[in-house]
């Protein structure tokens, strides 16, 4: 059986506040409890924040869109429309309850990219403020990067083989955290 076989109330509306009236919100509520596919989503998909002992999971997706995971409620962000709310709203019961049923192939994960540390991502660039991935500093280039807003092959120079070491260093720290770009769409 799916650990979420039916929505049971979705409601979608417009934010009161000016700056995001022209994005939708929704909110999923339902009596399954989703919990225990937290950990599992968490590792396949790449949370943002994962908070065990409050148990929600927040994804970050591409366009200003998130998706806040409670055990009896999904809360939706940002969408441009109703037509895109009622694709989101089915891509993640889709994601959960496939998610939930192949959790016994899938490695949990309790980290988030949330903990990424700027000064982490930064301490394995080459430092050189060189722009050629665009930003103005490496600083800069880190800070996006932990958003998901770029990603490390938009650094030419760390592929090169002077920075082998620093590359693989950065590697391991973002997959330690479940870093992903924000990329890909629903
Ligand atoms: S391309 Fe790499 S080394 Fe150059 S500024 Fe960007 S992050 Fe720094």
Request: proline share 5%; charged share 25%; net charge negative.
């Amino acid at each position: 059986m799916a650990l979420l076989p039916q929505i049971d109330n979705l409601e979608i509306f417009r934010p009161k506040m000016d700056t995001i009236r022209d994005r939708l919100h929704a909110i999923a509520t339902f009596s399954a409890d989703i919990s225990p596919v937290f950990p599992y989503l968490n590792a396949e998909l790449g949370g943002w924040e994962y908070d065990q002992q409050h148990q929600t999971l927040m994804l970050k997706l591409s366009d200003g869109k998130w998706i806040t995971l409670h055990a009896h409620q999904i809360a939706f962000r940002g969408m441009k429309d109703m037509e895109e709310t009622h694709a989101l709203v089915k891509w993640i019961t889709d994601q959960i309850n496939d998610t939930y049923e192949r959790r016994e192939q899938i490695t949990p994960r309790y980290t988030s990219q949330a903990g990424l540390k700027v000064i982490e991502i930064l301490r394995n660039l080459p430092m050189t403020n060189c722009k050629a991935c665009g930003y103005a500093t490496c600083m800069a280039f880190a800070t996006a990067l932990r958003e998901g807003e770029t990603t490390p092959q938009a650094c030419p120079p760390l592929w090169e083989e002077k920075y082998q070491a620093k590359r693989e260093k950065l590697l391991a720290y973002l997959a330690e955290f479940g870093w992903r770009p924000l990329d890909y769409e629903v």
